[in-house]
């Protein structure tokens, strides 16, 4: 009986929101990443039940994670392309099962801004955390990694001022995405946060700038429910939480 009321109440939830939107789930929060919590529990595999597509990083703050049809890619800072084995941990991730409800051609010649513009045209952000993908070519690409951090860890600007950068032209991959609303800051950072991949598994990381190509196809969903899955570490307990300027998170993220 209790696993049947169980099953009524879920049901009855679900039934509440729209069926056309996604789940997404995050190991922790930006928050905790921008004040150094670098080591987390959940595993890789733990969070390939949850999703199929998503970015984030690796214990250490080691390299940048790209999920990509359930597979999981971290960029080192010697930009290398290494498949991770589920056993891999992570502080901060987000990932969903995607399945798009809106998909475009992308117009070449967009610069990140000019992507995000577009994107917005295509499925108006309103309220909503959006996940993208976008595969295709793309024109120009300046990318980014960071490399693992030792204890006592530093913040997150301190160690971004370790990070390599790699530039790329003519480059056919898959763009990976999430768009977050402004009331999501200090959840994650506002406005949009791409990783890259491309085809071949042999370049990527974290997008810092890029002019779109030809042929491009993006897909957009909408998320309707978010499930954070907090550390219960000393570290994250300990960690001064939303004392970051406005913009902190954003200026990390290279916007």
Do not use: C
Request: cysteine-free; overall charge negative; hydrophobic content about 45%.
């Amino acid at each position: 009986m209790r696993r049947f009321l169980a099953a009524v109440l879920i049901a009855g939830m679900t039934n509440s929101f729209p069926a056309w939107a996604a789940d997404l789930y995050q190991v922790s929060i930006l928050d905790a990443l921008m004040q150094g919590v670098y080591d987390g529990q959940v595993t890789l595999g733990q969070l390939a039940r949850e999703g199929d597509l998503g970015l984030g990083t690796t214990n250490g703050l080691d390299g940048e994670l790209v999920v990509i049809d359930g597979s999981f890619y971290r960029v080192s800072v010697d930009g290398s392309v290494i498949p991770l084995p589920p056993e891999t941990r992570t502080p901060f991730a987000m990932v969903t099962r995607f399945v798009p409800t809106v998909t475009a051609t992308v117009p070449p010649g967009l610069d990140l801004a000019g992507l995000d513009a577009w994107l917005a045209q295509q499925l108006p952000p309103a309220n909503h955390i959006q996940a993208v993908r976008i595969d295709g070519r793309f024109a120009r690409l300046k990318l980014r990694s960071v490399p693992r951090q030792t204890p006592p860890y530093p913040p997150l600007t301190t160690a971004l001022t370790q990070q390599a950068l790699f530039e790329a032209q003519d480059l056919d991959g898959t763009l990976v995405g999430f768009r977050f609303p402004a009331y999501a800051q200090g959840l994650n950072a506002s406005g949009t946060h791409f990783h890259f991949l491309n085809t071949d598994r042999t370049q990527g990381g974290h997008v810092l700038a890029l002019v779109t190509g030809a042929p491009a196809q993006a897909g957009l969903t909408p998320i309707n429910r978010v499930v954070v899955d907090l550390p219960d570490d000393a570290a994250f307990a300990a960690a001064p939480l939303g004392t970051e300027r406005k913009g902190g998170a954003n200026a990390v993220e290279g916007q």
